[in-house]
């Protein structure tokens, strides 16, 4: 039997039909407070997003949408669209499905990658050239 996303119980095709406000009564309480700031105009970047997110669907949902705003968080009116979100030095492309709604864009577009060191540098004591890497 093949997998169905679901969230919170609802199909994609439940998802897409709810309205924002039914939205809301789903998602925690985090996100609850943000979008409802959102709606009542206190965050006006968030609200601009939405707008741009409902053009660029209505025309082009192809096209990835550049963003820096990380804090926005994902609707159901966002299924299937493309956000490149700006983590502070090149932009990370997040294709918006069902298992990503609630959260954060900027939760999927990390600020910080892994560090790998190589061999001990010039200021490093002679003891440390000689300890094995493995």
Do not use: C
């Amino acid at each position: 039997m093949p997998k169905v996303d679901k969230y919170r119980g609802l199909d994609k095709d439940a998802l897409s039909k709810i309205s924002q406000s039914e939205f809301i009564d789903l998602i925690t309480s985090r996100a609850r407070r943000t979008l409802k700031r959102a709606v009542n105009n206190r965050s006006i970047t968030v609200k601009m997003l939405m707008k741009k997110a409902a053009k660029i669907k209505a025309t082009n949902p192809a096209k990835p949408i550049r963003t820096q705003v990380r804090e926005a968080v994902i609707i159901p009116d966002w299924l299937g669209l493309t956000f490149s979100v700006h983590n502070g030095k090149e932009w990370k492309n997040v294709h918006v499905s069902v298992d990503k709604l609630g959260y954060r864009l900027g939760d999927f577009s990390h600020t910080t990658s892994r560090v790998l060191h190589s061999g001990p540098g010039v200021g490093a004591t002679r003891g440390s050239k000689f300890i094995p890497l493995k």
